[in-house]
């Protein structure tokens, strides 16, 4: 039994023997030839012949590739270059530089793709669109094992207005990275944390490497988690003490060389917010929540979604959800004024206008000139206003010798201070809406020189607003209450001929 065992693995050793000292064949020489002659198309002719006789030669594969890619057959050269790559005698010296060949090509489809979408913002010609779509459609032919040109892809697709495309490219994304994205909220790893933190939740790297950039370091990491590598990459800029992890590649395969897999990447969270809000606008509430809490799990220190997702908890009815969840990422980022702003909100609309009002103080105190804080200040203190003086006011239909209280006013001074305030803001300076309450407060308040203040500069704004039937609205309620009815008609004239 052993001697056929034994004979086997000797013509199994004579025959690789043997094809590695055969002689080439006329086809391979005449390509080998055309090569240095640089007569790319007469190479290819040679190597066809080469491959429909040897389907099994890689070199032959590997050198129709070379020929390809010389002929500007980037098809060609990536069909050529699979088959190369899945010969089982190739060797590694030859995928690393097929694979390399590739990473180069799929650079440059990759950054022509960037070029072409930053023409378009800058000159708006949609064909630079389809420029961008054809360079990534390119480079995802190239190198198929990265992501980064799905997202760049669902970018150009959104712009286009196809939002079904984009969402495939977006899925496709997400297919790819939620493994990685996966493992490391069960480790306890935000991007974002330092090395540091890094260290201490996944331990000692397998391995490591660093490379210098312009004022500064990045830090490769390799570590084994369950069998499968994961690599990470952390930026220290400056005099900063410890780098920040910004990006991760998790289990790469195979079929990229080691320099591949330790090729330093930002992992984004943009495609999931890009998700989140395409959900959203289809009506998939719980959809666009995952995607929101997917991205607060993994880069809590990214605020651009937690309006939307303390609005989705809302509409699905899970509004103390949200109210302690907000409430959790203010004590834990005290001067994150984003979270305070929509803690304060939530509070407001669940009618605890004192707790609200208190929340909008201490985003004040992080940032004075905060406008969103000023804007409801004034609208809240106002509105409580609005309350205090119909209590009075009923109380005084049902009693006509009762004084009211006029405690109110004081309210009402407090936020017409708030709205001024905003109104030190370019954008708000002649904003019509935030006019039109100081003059109803003053109003109110029988502040007559105040009142006729407002109605002068109003009067100096009908150039910029002369097209707005609301100006006009607005400019006749207050000429009708100020008694300047020869204005007010004026004012309902032109506002009618607006409508």
């Known amino acids: 039994m052993k001697r056929p065992l034994h004979l086997v693995v000797f013509v199994c050793v004579v025959a690789v023997l043997t094809q590695g000292f055969q002689c080439a064949s006329p086809e391979m020489s005449t390509a080998r030839n055309a090569f240095k002659q640089k007569d790319y198309q007469k190479a290819r002719t040679a190597l066809e012949k080469v491959v429909a006789a040897e389907p099994t030669n ?3 594969w590997m050198l ?10 980037t098809d060609g050269m990536v069909a050529a270059y699979a088959k190369a790559r899945a010969c089982p005698d190739v060797r590694p010296e030859q995928q690393s530089r097929m694979s390399l060949t590739l990473y180069n090509a799929w650079v440059g489809e990759y950054n022509g793709a960037i070029a072409s979408f930053n023409k378009y913002v800058e000159t708006k010609d949609r064909s630079e669109l389809d420029a961008a779509t054809t360079h990534l459609e390119r480079a995802l032919v190239f190198k198929p094992e990265f992501s980064e040109p799905l997202y760049l892809l669902g970018q150009v697709q959104e712009t286009k207005g196809d939002t079904n495309r984009a969402l495939t490219a977006y899925e ?3 297919a790819m990275e939620e493994q990685g994205f996966n493992i490391l909220k069960q480790k306890g790893v935000l991007l974002g944390m330092s090395r540091g933190d890094l260290l201490k939740k996944l331990g000692t790297p397998a391995a490591m490497k660093t490379d210098t950039i312009e004022n500064g370091v990045i830090f490769k990491d390799r570590f084994d988690i369950g069998g499968r590598d994961i690599y990470t990459f952390s930026t220290r800029e400056g005099t900063a003490v410890d780098g920040t992890l910004e990006g991760f590649t998790y289990n790469p395969p195979s079929t990229l060389t080691d320099a591949e897999k330790w090729r330093s990447r930002t992992t984004s969270v943009s495609t999931l917010k890009a998700m989140a809000y395409i959900a959203y606008q289809r009506g998939k509430l719980q959809e666009a929540y995952d995607y929101c809490t997917k991205v607060i799990e993994l880069k809590p220190a990214d605020a651009e979604l937690v309006p939307l997702r303390t609005q989705l908890l809302q509409e699905l009815g899970k509004t103390d959800e949200a109210m302690v969840q907000l409430k959790g990422l203010v004590e834990r980022e005290p001067k994150n004024t984003v979270y305070r702003l929509q803690y304060a909100s939530i509070l407001s609309g669940a009618d605890r206008t004192d707790e609200a009002i208190a929340e909008y103080r201490k985003v004040l105190e992080t940032d004075p000139g905060n406008e969103a804080a000023l804007y409801n200040l004034a609208a809240a203190y106002k509105n409580l ?17 009762y004084k009211p209280n006029t405690a ?3 309210d009402l001074r407090t936020s017409a201070d708030y709205f001024e305030r905003l109104r030190k803001s370019f954008k708000y300076r002649d904003d019509l809406i935030v006019l039109d309450q100081l003059a109803n407060i003053y109003e109110v308040s029988k502040d007559k020189s105040k009142v006729a203040a407002i109605i002068m500069e109003l009067e100096a704004l009908e150039e910029k607003y002369k097209t707005s039937a609301e100006y006009y609205r607005v400019m006749e309620g207050l000429y009708a209450r100020n008694k300047m009815m020869d204005k007010m008609k004026t004012a309902a004239d032109k506002g009618a001929r607006l409508k």
């Open 58 to 60: 890689c070199e032959a």
């Open 64 to 73: 129709l590739g070379d020929a390809n890619q010389n002929l500007n057959d």
């Open 172 to 174: 496709k994304w997400w």
């Open 385 to 401: 206003a609005g309350t205090k003086q119909k209590i009075e006011n009923d109380k005084l239909d049902k009693d006509k010798k």
């Open 408 to 410: 109110y006013l004081d």
